[in-house]
Every structure is written in structure tokens, then in C-alpha cells.
């Protein structure tokens, strides 16, 4: 099953690429198969006991001298972000199709194999595999943005490739020095490590991926010369492989005690990010610069939960970690169809656009609303179970943290104003439509899961873990 759902996109990938189908056609085949995928994990989902750990598996050996071996599988928590994985990238290749990009079966191939390769990587068991697929999961990135990107697609594409490129060899030197040092690569079967130095290897790693301050000089320009759907899957999902390295490696394949050395400066980071990322995102001057700010407050919050090293919020974490993905990819995905209808997104230009679009209106301000925390909403929960978490750190970190979604508030209340609001902007004209069939089957998926999840956010937090206790080492893999 585990391998099915990695390999039906890579499969669906070459299909769409060796195929000779005119553009429109590859996009409905790639959305095809893209629902395939979504309808596989909800069967993967039927199929697994959440009383139980890692489960799914299909393990093969590939090095035996150096125990390698090909070895997936998923716990609760990771299926939860492969769940979020295929929702997003269905709704993004969905889009594409929409909007008819060029080199159309070049495009969604490569959307299909970036699917894939996320999925790979939280399923991953192995040290090697997860490297293997954490770096396919780069290739199809450089590709859409270095040449479906903005008038600054290469600069941006190169800052992305720079930062990724040194977090990635910092990563293999850190996998091969724990797996040699272990005896397997293998990450069910090796023990816990002590060696600092392979620590903060792949905390470096995942810090630029995620990004954290102040490894996020890349972030800006690479969300906003970006495709839409691309900045949707990157800041949506690509980030949350950030989360399931840190806490399937960093803080389970590492001991305790090291793990709680590092622990003060790993919150500091977080919070100086979160503050500072939400700072700038009031500051921000368009909706795709605002979203991608909040995106990397948010991860600094979800940081503070991982590293809060407790159930509360190590679950809240996950939770914000789905909420957050589902909230950032809708909201790059309007900044889209925004772009479409007036050709910008900056907030100068924009304004009065809820008149005489009720349904634009709405999916935006439901959105914002869950963005900005209210109580009831899932960004709540998620939030609430962090900051309850990191409270039992020290109430200073919590008291940040608060002070922070504080902000987030502030800075969705500005973007909602913006676009809907005040008085009509020079680049809105009349025969702006409003959202058409086909982006509200887009978006309403999406806005349907946030409302679901709102409404029963314990689907989530009740079933990331087998063991319920207040010690996360007890429930870590």
C-alpha cells in the first residue's frame, strides 16, 4: 500500500510525460491521477489501526553490507502530512489544468513527480531512502520555478538552489556519520546518537527547509516568482518535510539529554523567527508576500511545539503543521486567481473586490478567519495545544508565542482589507469575474477540509500518536 502510494504519481509522472496528448488532455490525465492518489491514501486510512506504531510497511533489503535497506512505512502523525501531501498537490495540478500552463505535459509530470517524492519522504524508514527522496523532491522545484517562474524566476531559483544545495550535503554527511556509526541506516532498528555534531547537522538541514531564522533568505523571492500552485505545494507541504525530520530524526534518533541541551536555543530561534516573520508580514506590500511571511511564522510556532518535547505540543504541532498546509496552499492559490483577473496582487492596486463577488469574498474571509485563529477554528486548537505545551517550558515562550498570533490576526485582518475592502484599486476593473466553477471545485475541497477539521480537530490530535502520555519520549518512534 505504502509503496503503491509513492510510486502511482513517479508511474503517472512518465505516463503524462511519453504520452504525445495535447496540453488540456495532459491535465486532466494528471488530475486523474492525482484523485487516484487521494483515494488511495483515504483507503491506506481504512486500513490503519491508530492503536498501533509503524504500520504498512514494505521493507527490502538494498545494501545489506552497509544495512541499507528499502524500507517505508507509516506512523499516525506521518500519514496525516502524506494525507495533506496528495489533498494539496490534487488541488494544485487541478489548477494548472485550469489555467492551461505551457509545455503543459512537462509541467504536470513534474508536479506528479514532486507529488511522489513528498509522499516518499514521510514514509521513509531508512536514512538513505528519506535523503534520496528529500532530494527528489528538489529536482522538479528547481525545474518549475527556474522556468515557469516570474520576470525573476533565476535569481530565485539559484538563492533556492544555493540554500537547499548546502542543507542537503550537510544532511548526507550527518546520515552517513550516524549510519556508520550505528551499523544500519535503517531508522526503526538504529539506537539513539549522542554525536552533537550530527545533531546540528540535520538541524541545519531541516532549519533551511522548513526555513527557520535565519536560514530564509530564500524564501520571499522563491514563493513569489513561483507559480501559484508551486508556492501552494511549497509552502503548503514541501516545509512539513521539515516537520517529520525533525521529529522522526532529530529528536527521537538523538538522546534525550542532548536533545534538551539544544532545546533553549532551538525555542529562541523559533521565536525570534515567529516574531519577526509576523512583523514582516504586517509590513508586507501583496498577498503572496504576506502568505509566505506567515508561512514561516507559522513553521517558528510549530517549531515551539516539536521542541516543547511533551504531548500537548508535539500534537498541536501536527496539527497546526495540516491546518497551516491547507490554509497557505488556499491562499497561494487565490493570490493566483487574483493575479488572473487583475494581473497583480499587490495591495495597492487592489481593493473593493467583494463587490459583486460574493463567492470570492466568502472563500477568502473563510479562509482568512481560520487563519487568523479564531476560537473554534482549527489554527485555534492547533495554536492553543503549542502554546499549553511550551507553557510547561517556561510561560515567557508562551507568552511570546501569544504575542506573535497576536500579529498573525493583524496581518490577515490587513490582507482581508485589502482585497476586499476600501475603496477599488486602479487594476480592478468591472469585468473582473468572480470565481468561476472550476476554481471554486479547486478551493471548496480545501476550505471543506478546514471546516471538517475545525469542527473535530481530535481526528488529528487522537490518532498522531498509539501511546497518550505526557512525555514525548514515550511516544516518539
Given amino acids: 500500500m505504502t509503496t503503491a502510494l509513492i510510486f502511482l504519481p513517479l508511474a503517472g509522472a512518465l505516463l503524462v510525460w511519453l504520452l504525445p496528448l495535447p496540453a488540456r488532455a495532459a491535465g486532466l490525465l494528471a488530475t486523474l491521477i492525482a484523485l487516484a492518489e487521494v483515494a488511495l491514501w483515504a483507503v491506506a486510512v481504512r486500513r490503519f489501526d491508530f492503536g498501533q506504531s509503524l504500520q504498512l510497511e514494505n521493507h527490502q533489503s538494498w545494501f545489506s553490507d552497509l544495512g541499507v535497506s528499502y524500507h517505508v512505512g507509516f506512523f499516525g502523525f506521518s500519514l496525516w502530512l502524506a494525507g495533506l501531501t496528495v489533498v494539496v498537490c490534487a488541488a494544485a495540478i487541478s489548477y494548472a489544468t485550469w489555467v492551461n500552463r505551457e509545455r503543459a505535459r512537462a509541467y504536470h509530470g513534474l508536479l506528479l513527480f514532486l507529488t511522489g517524492s513528498i ?19 528538489l529536482i522538479p522545484l528547481y525545474v518549475l520555478i527556474g522556468v515557469w517562474g516570474g520576470e525573476r524566476r533565476v535569481f530565485a531559483t539559484v538563492k533556492f538552489v544555493v540554500y537547499t544545495m548546502a542543507g542537503s550535503l550537510l544532511m548526507l554527511a550527518s546520515i552517513i556519520v550516524f549510519g556508520l556509526s550505528q551499523g544500519t541506516f535503517d531508522l526503526v532498528e538504529s539506537g539513539a546518537s549522542s554525536n552533537e555534531w550530527v545533531f546540528l547537522g540535520f538541524l541545519a538541514a531541516f532549519a533551511v527547509k522548513a526555513p527557520l531564522f535565519p536560514f530564509h533568505g530564500w524564501l520571499v523571492d522563491a514563493y513569489r ?24 530524526i532529530a529528536i527521537a534518533k538523538f538522546d534525550e539529554s542532548l536533545v534538551a541541551d539544544f532545546q533553549p536555543y532551538i525555542l529562541a530561534f523559533a521565536t525570534i523567527g515567529l516574531v519577526y516573520a509576523s512583523l514582516l508580514a504586517f509590513r ?29 505540543g508535539v500534537n498541536g504541532a501536527f496539527l497546526q503543521s495540516v491546518a497551516h498546509g491547507l490554509v497557505s496552499a488556499t491562499l497561494f492559490l487565490l493570490a493566483g486567481m487574483l493575479e488572473t483577473r487583475t494581473g497583480t496582487s499587490a495591495f495597492a492596486r487592489l481593493g473593493g473586490l467583494a463587490r459583486g463577488r460574493p463567492d470570492l469574498a466568502t472563500v477568502l474571509l473563510v479562509v482568512g478567519v481560520i487563519a487568523l485563529a479564531v ?22 515562550w508562551a507568552a511570546v508565542g501569544a504575542g506573535a498570533i497576536v500579529l498573525a490576526a493583524m496581518y490577515m485582518l490587513r490582507l482581508i482589507s485589502g482585497v476586499l475592502h476600501r475603496s477599488r484599486g486602479e487594476a480592478v476593473r468591472d469585468e473582473a469575474l468572480d470565481l468561476r466553477p472550476a476554481e471554486l471545485a479547486v478551493v471548496l475541497p480545501l476550505l471543506a477540509a478546514l471546516l471538517f477539521l475545525s469542527a473535530s480537530p481530535a481526528s488529528i490530535t487522537q490518532r498522531n500518536f498509539p501511546i497518550q502520555g505526557s512525555d514525548v519520549s514515550e511516544a516518539a518512534p
Fill in 225 to 248: 516568482e513561483s507559480p501559484p500552485e508551486v508556492a501552494a505545494i511549497l509552502s503548503g507541504v514541501v516545509s512539513k518535510a521539515a516537520v517529520y525530520g525533525l521529529f522522526r
Fill in 375 to 396: 476560537p473554534g477554528s482549527v489554527s485555534f486548537a492547533g495554536e492553543f495545544l503549542i502554546l499549553a505545551g511550551i507553557y510547561a517550558e517556561g510561560w515567557a
Fill in 284 to 312: 508586507a506590500r501583496d498577498v503572496r508576500s504576506v502568505t509566505a511571511y506567515s508561512s514561516m511564522a507559522q513553521m517558528g510556532l510549530i517549531v515551539l511545539g516539536l521542541f516543547s518535547l511533551n504531548e500537548l
Fill in 119 to 137: 509522499v516518499g519522504v514521510f514514509a521513509a524508514q531508512d536514512l538513505l531512502v528519506f535523503y534520496v527522496f528529500f532530494e527528489a523532491m
